[in-house]
């Protein structure tokens, strides 16, 4: 099922953030959202996940509008991982995991041999095995967010929202997890939404970008057809130079305030 958005204006009391925006995430790609701090990126993330109300506009998965859903039939079909989850810091990294089962449990149906094979894939996924019985507060940042990004993979859904899931991973981890996301999307048909900063790994991993800027889509498209010097300064405010990466051949972006800063 697809997620998309109609009309949706976003904000928090009178003061208005996003307004009327229009966007659908194509099913079984991978989606980034770029855009300058405070432009309203983890405000569109969370109200598409339905955790935030929007001030008007809809968000349908499929054709249904998620607002007139519960939050546990939704969880069924698409998570999220927020900029700065919290846990309680005695919970034990299996423990934590295991709450992304919370959708499919009730009180008819407990937890599963099912579940427990669940939840040893996405710590196998996310090389916690090792660590699963240590407590949320021994972990380092990096170990953490894999922690989050596990429970996450363990609600078993089709769409997966992820905001800034690379913070406090080393150059190393941050590949991984991107790979990772790739390799679902690529093996699982799952339905990736990405918030990140770094432009050049957006451009490396994307299949769609969609870039905010004054509270409206800037634009959107694939990596190729929208990373522009004229989008960077735009959005970013920042001068650069766009060539082709050696490598994946997709658009890098090296940027700068001031050339003359340069002595060569
Ligand atoms: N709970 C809140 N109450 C009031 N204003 C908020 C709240 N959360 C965010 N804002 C404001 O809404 C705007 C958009 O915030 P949002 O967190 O969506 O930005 P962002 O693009 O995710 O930024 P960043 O890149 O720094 O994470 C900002 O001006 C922010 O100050
Ligand atoms: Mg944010």
Not at 27 to 46: D, Q
Not at 121 to 138: F, M, N, V, W
């Amino acid at each position: 099922m697809s997620l998309s958005s109609k009309d949706l204006t976003l904000g928090y009391g009178d003061y208005i953030v996003l307004k009327d925006i229009n966007v659908t995430i194509p099913k079984n790609k991978i989606t980034i959202l770029v855009g300058s701090n405070g432009c309203g990126k983890s405000t569109l993330l969370k109200t598409m996940a339905r955790l935030l109300k929007p001030m008007s506009g809809k968000v349908f998965l499929g054709n249904v509008n998620i607002f007139e859903k519960s939050s546990k039939e939704i969880a069924k079909e698409l998570a999220i991982l927020t900029q700065s989850p919290t846990a309680p810091s005695d919970l034990t990294v299996f423990n934590l995991i295991k709450q992304g089962r919370y959708p499919y449990q009730s009180w008819f149906s407990q937890w599963s041999k099912e579940d427990e094979k669940i939840v040893n894939y996405a710590l196998e996924k996310t090389g916690l095995t090792h660590i699963q019985h240590k407590k949320i507060s021994d972990l380092s940042g990096g170990q953490k967010q894999r922690v989050w990004i596990a429970m996450t993979l363990a609600q078993q859904t089709d769409t997966i929202l992820l905001d800034e899931p690379t913070n406090h991973l080393d150059i190393k981890y941050k590949i991984e997890v991107l790979d990772l996301l790739r390799s679902l999307n690529q093996y699982e048909q799952r339905t990736i939404v990405i918030v990140l900063h770094d432009i050049n790994l957006a451009c490396r991993y994307a299949d769609h970008i969609i870039a905010i800027k004054d509270g409206k889509v800037y634009g959107e498209g694939e990596p190729k057809e929208i990373i522009t010097e004229g989008l960077i300064k735009d959005v970013f405010g920042i001068n650069s130079k766009i060539i082709e990466c050696p490598l994946f051949k997709t658009p890098m972006c090296i940027t700068y305030q001031n050339l003359d800063m340069i002595s060569c």
